[in-house]
């Protein structure tokens, strides 16, 4: 068993720096492309024996030290009734998204029940994989920016009229959706998760001081929530460097950062957690060379032995090449 990962997050040293990537499952590799012919994304997501071979490709072809379930952030929302579409080259989009109060109270509480194919997915990762798997889930302003906008935005001004206009609704919505995010997580951990990463895709949106004030209590509330189950909690945000500081007050043990701040000096910031990053996706679709330079700048300005996991600081983008991937992770091996 190869558990370097999990020492990382709980920042023991490692012999070997753990790697892995946000959208290693699915996306160019080959197995996945070939299932994609056949299948929808929901359907494979959805399907035990399939999930678990679109997670499990990933550890074979690229070598790297976890492995993350193949669902989607999107699945819990459907879990709690809400109609989604996953559609190509747009993502996830919603026909009636909420306008008002009243349409919160259309989302029905998770139960375990509801996602029973994700529990058999997880056993059946545990009796194969050698190396640790991560669970994961979507914030509730990640999850709420797209149940408000209805598709992907690039500005989010639904979501913020909503949140600054209808304060108290925004609460309500917050907490429905950090109660099911915990529950939903609970149920992975006790299928055999055995660390959790919160998804924040979006919240870098939000000036620093909103974000305090309409999201920093949610997630101290789902974090604390989860520390009785004691698997490493990672909270993942992108354009969040003016709000690291507030993410090093939640309870957990990793936070993940972007590119668009130094790695060092997120270091600074975060001083008693590890640090999941921070490569720019865009240097892999760069020649080697660069690449080699690029991981150099990042592991030479920290200990990249004691409390810190490798990987880029978002998912990998369309059309990266695999082989490229693989030469990343025995170069980080060999560090
Ligand atoms: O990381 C992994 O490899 C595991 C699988 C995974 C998927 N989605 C599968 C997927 C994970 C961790 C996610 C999380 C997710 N989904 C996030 C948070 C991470 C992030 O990227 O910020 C978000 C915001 C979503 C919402 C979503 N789902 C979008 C924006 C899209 C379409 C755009 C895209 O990136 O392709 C999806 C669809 C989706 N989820 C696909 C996959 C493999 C693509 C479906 C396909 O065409 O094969």
Redesign the pocket.
């Known amino acids: 068993m190869n558990d370097n990962f999990l020492k990382a997050c709980r920042s023991e040293r490692v012999e070997r720096i753990p790697v892995w990537?946000?959208?290693?499952?699915?996306?160019s590799l080959p197995g996945?492309r070939k299932l994609?012919e056949k299948y929808?994304?929901l359907t494979?997501?959805q399907t035990p024996e399939l999930a678990a071979r679109?997670?499990i490709e990933?550890i074979e072809l690229l070598g790297v030290d976890a492995a993350?379930?193949?669902?989607?952030?999107?699945l819990l929302p459907i879990a709690m009734g809400v109609d989604v579409k996953?559609?190509?080259?747009?993502?996830?989009v919603i026909d009636d998204p909420i306008k008002a109060v009243a349409d919160i109270a259309r989302l029905k509480p998770f139960e375990a029940g509801d996602v029973d194919y994700l529990q058999q997915t997880i056993k059946i990762l545990r009796t194969e994989l050698k190396v640790p798997l991560i669970g994961?889930s979507?914030a509730p302003f990640?999850l709420a920016s797209?149940l408000i906008e209805g598709k992907?935005s690039r500005t989010w001004t639904k979501t913020k009229c909503f949140m600054f206009e209808e304060p108290q609704a925004w609460n309500r919505l917050m907490e429905t959706l950090s109660d099911a995010i915990v529950r939903y997580l609970i149920v992975q951990i006790d299928a055999g998760a055995e660390a959790v990463?919160l998804?924040d895709?979006?919240v870098g949106c939000l000036a620093p001081g909103d974000y305090r004030q309409y999201v920093l209590p949610h997630m101290q509330r789902i974090f604390k929530a989860l520390a009785s189950k004691k698997v490493p909690r990672i909270h993942?945000g992108?354009d969040t460097g003016a709000m690291l500081s507030d993410f090093s007050n939640v309870d957990c043990e990793v936070i993940g950062v972007d590119w668009r701040i130094d790695i060092s000096e997120a270091r600074r910031i975060v001083q008693s957690k590890a640090l999941q990053g921070n490569l720019d996706p865009a240097v892999l679709l760069a020649n080697h060379r660069i690449i080699e330079r690029k991981v150099d700048e990042i592991l030479g300005v920290l200990d990249p032995h004691v409390g810190y996991i490798f990987n880029l600081g978002?998912?990998?983008l369309?059309g990266t090449d695999a082989r490229k991937v693989k030469m990343l992770v025995e170069y980080i091996h060999s560090k």
């Not at 993350?68 to 999107?74: L, N, P, T, V």
């Not at 996953?86 to 996830?92: A, E, F, L, M, W």
């Open positions: 990537f946000m959208r290693q499952a699915g996306r996945y994609r929808d994304m494979l997501a679109v997670s990933p993350i379930i193949f669902a989607d952030i999107m996953i559609v190509d080259s747009i993502g996830p994961f979507g990640t797209y992907p990463q998804f895709s979006w993942f992108t978002h998912g990998i369309p």
